[in-house]
């Protein structure tokens, strides 16, 4: 099998079954909740098997919807499925914060500084924009839970913020660009 679109199973293979379970049971969480974190398990292992190491954004990531789904059973409240997305951001926020002082040079550059050289000036910049990017996600994400119904929110968090993130994404190659290292 195509290790690219083992990866694609793997990235969006859960979500693909939350959804599944989500409108099947009639747009209920308690059921839908079980298999994504069954899923999102199992692809935690494929990836093991097939990288033999788990990358550690999909893994922060597994525990947290582990630990959130898993909470949100037990005390039968959405509160916590909600507040996920609102946790992750402000803490991916703080790691590109703070996670200068612990490594002599931005995180972005030691996650990503191989594929994409750029000047020092030009982390900094990239990296301020990331940290206001989660931050500002983190604020939507509080605004919609918390003003529109429950579907709407499982739809906007998916079919939402997914294309928000690939936007900003793209309108990143313009600082890319100028401030790229020729090599």
Request: aromatic residues 20%; without cysteine.
């Amino acid at each position: 099998m195509n290790k690219s679109f083992l990866k694609f199973i793997t990235d969006f293979g859960p979500l693909i079954i939350f959804f599944f379970y989500y409108y099947l049971s009639d747009k209920n969480l308690k059921v839908a909740i079980p298999p994504l974190i069954i899923a999102t398990i199992i692809s935690l292992i494929i990836m093991w098997f097939l990288e033999k190491q788990i990358p550690k954004v999909p893994l922060l990531s597994g525990i947290l919807i582990t630990l959130f789904g898993g909470l949100t059973i037990y005390f039968n409240n959405p509160i916590f499925i909600y507040i996920k997305p609102t946790i992750i951001n402000i803490f991916f926020g703080l790691v590109l914060i703070f996670g200068r002082y612990f490594t002599n040079e931005p995180i972005l550059k030691k996650i990503i500084g191989k594929a994409i050289p750029l000047t020092d000036k030009g982390w900094s910049i990239l990296t301020k924009r990331w940290v206001y990017f989660f931050f500002a996600l983190a604020i939507l994400n509080e605004f919609v839970w918390r003003t529109q119904s429950e579907e709407f929110w499982v739809n906007f968090k998916v079919w939402g913020m997914l294309p928000i993130t690939f936007v900003f994404t793209a309108f990143q190659f313009s600082i890319i660009n100028k401030y790229k290292i020729n090599e």
